[in-house]
T-cell receptor, first 112, second 115 residues
Framework: AQSVAQPEDQVNVAEGNPLTVKCTYS??????LFWYVQYPNRGLQFLLK??????LVKGSYGFEAEFNKSQTSFHLKKPSALVSDSALYFC??????????FGTGTSLTVIP | GAVVSQHPSRVICKSGTSVKIECRSL??????MFWYRQFPKKSLMLMAT?????????EQGVEKDKFLINHASLTLSTLTVTSAHPEDSSFYIC???????????FGPGTRLTVT
């Protein structure tokens, strides 16, 4: 069965510090990997995706993610967190076709 | 970039009534549209996938007679919650993909509250 795990429901980080939001997956084949951000009462906004190539993917708003095939992980990172980064973050995989599988989400709070 | 809109953004209805939510692709032709449901602080649950001009494919456990999906054109899909009950209260999000790319673009969501 396809699954995506975000082991942390909540991540707190001080403004200016680096942040990491974890994601691991269990899917067949070589899936596409995504990160989305959701602000309260809003839809999902695309941050970045990995298809192939360089394991470090750079995306919107200074975010990046590192693909690790051996650990089947795709952790989201940012070198210096902003208060405005506080939101709900979803990892998603797309093993084939248009079907997405989402993680349960991680709530990020950046403390001023 | 591709834009997907949803209308209404919020709706409150009485138990037993039906409510329709629209999902529109504003600047591309959406050959496939997806409807998701999101519970508070939970992930998105795919409800159904619809291709233009054909019947929607529902995920297991989703009642097709309860959640009617119509994808009549390449820019519009509708989700009708029939005989709504308080447990149908949720955040409903649509997404769409087109011919040129299989990328999915998400709408801003609709907050449904059934009283």
């Amino acid at each position: 069965a396809q699954s995506v795990a975000q082991p942390e429901d909540q991540v707190n980080v001080a403004e200016g510090n680096p942040l990491t939001v974890k994601c691991t997956y269990s899917v067949s084949g070589n899936p596409y990997l995504f990160w989305y951000v959701q602000y309260p009462n809003r839809g999902l906004q695309f941050l970045l995706k990995y298809i192939t190539g360089d394991n470090l993917v750079k995306g919107s708003y200074g975010f990046e993610a590192e693909f690790n095939k051996s650990q089947t992980s795709f952790h989201l990172k940012k070198p210096s967190a902003l208060v405005s980064d506080s939101a709900l973050y979803f990892c998603a995989v797309r093993p084939f076709g248009n079907q997405f599988y989402f993680g349960t989400g991680t709530s990020l709070t950046v403390i001023p | 970039g591709a834009v997907v809109s949803q209308h209404p953004s919020r709706v409150i209805c009485k138990s037993g009534t039906s409510v329709k939510i629209e999902c529109r692709s504003l600047d591309f032709q959406a050959t496939t549209m997806f409807w998701y449901r999101q519970f508070p602080k939970k992930s998105l649950m795919l409800m159904a996938t619809s291709n233009e001009g054909s019947k929607a494919t529902y995920e297991q456990g989703v009642e097709k007679d309860k959640f009617l999906i119509n994808h009549a054109s390449l820019t519009l899909s509708t989700l009708t919650v029939t005989s709504a009950h308080p447990e149908d209260s949720s955040f409903y999000i649509c997404s769409a993909s087109g011919r040129e790319s299989d990328e999915q673009y998400f709408g801003p969501g609709t907050r449904l509250t059934v009283t």
